[in-house]
Every structure is written in C-alpha cells, then in structure tokens.
C-alpha cells in the first residue's frame, strides 16, 4: 500500500512562487508515474503535470506549461512541483497520485492507483 503525504501549500500573491512537495511511502517509488492534479472549489478535479519513472519523461496540462515545473528526487521518495507566476485561477487543494502503469498520457485520474490527501494553494490577486 502506498501512502503519499503532499506538503508545501499555503497563501502567496499572484506573481510569487510556491514549491509543493509529496513524499512517498510503501512502495518501491521509482516504479510509479507520479501525477500532481488540482480541485478547485465547484469544478472538476484536473490534471495538472505528470513525470514516470524515468525523470525526463514529463507531460503539462496547457494552463500551467511554461509556469510549473514537476521533478522527482527517487532517492528521497519525492515528488516536487515548482509553482511559479502564480495566478488567482491556481487557487486549488492540490493533490499528488501514483500509478504504476498508466494507460495514457497520465492525464486522467483513473490511471493512477494511489492518492494524498491533498494541500491547499490560494492565489490572491
């Protein structure tokens, strides 16, 4: 079982930086994709970035390609995602997953098998 503990959220300004941490447990973690997906209040839960096993391999939902950056650090069971030129629309709980085999592109939360329990981000304008 895998259990996955997402830390690092919290207030910021619209343009500042926030680095969100998941650290695993459980499991062997570089055998996992790990995903990073957000819920805003009233919508939908969404993808946000995903990395597999191998660290080049990753994957960005257009909204935040070009602002967030996931890496993951295996030897300390560690996912991060850097959160820069943040925007009040990122305001979210953020959550990590984990899925040893995806399907896809990684992109929809039925591909992964594990999840945290989430970390609220606020942007405020």
């Known amino acids: 079982q895998v259990q996955l503990v997402e830390s690092g959220g919290g207030l910021v300004q619209a343009g500042g930086s926030l680095r969100l941490a998941c650290a695993a447990s459980?499991?062997?973690?570089?055998?996992?994709?790990m995903g990073w997906f957000r819920q805003a209040p009233g919508k939908e839960r969404e993808f946000v970035a995903r990395?597999?096993?191998?660290?080049?391999?990753?994957y960005y939902a257009d909204s935040v390609k070009g602002r967030f950056a996931i890496s993951r650090d295996n030897a300390k069971n560690t996912v991060y995602l850097q959160m820069n030129s943040l925007k009040p629309e990122d305001t979210a709980v953020y959550y990590c997953?984990?899925?040893?085999?995806?399907?896809?592109?990684?992109?929809?939360?039925?591909?992964?098998?594990?999840w945290g329990q989430g970390t609220q981000v606020t942007v405020s304008s």
């Open positions: 459980g499991g062997t973690f570089n055998n996992y994709a």
């Open positions: 997953a984990s899925g040893r085999f995806l399907r896809g592109l990684g992109t929809q939360g039925n591909e992964y098998d594990y």
């Open positions: 990395i597999k096993w191998s660290a080049y391999s990753t």
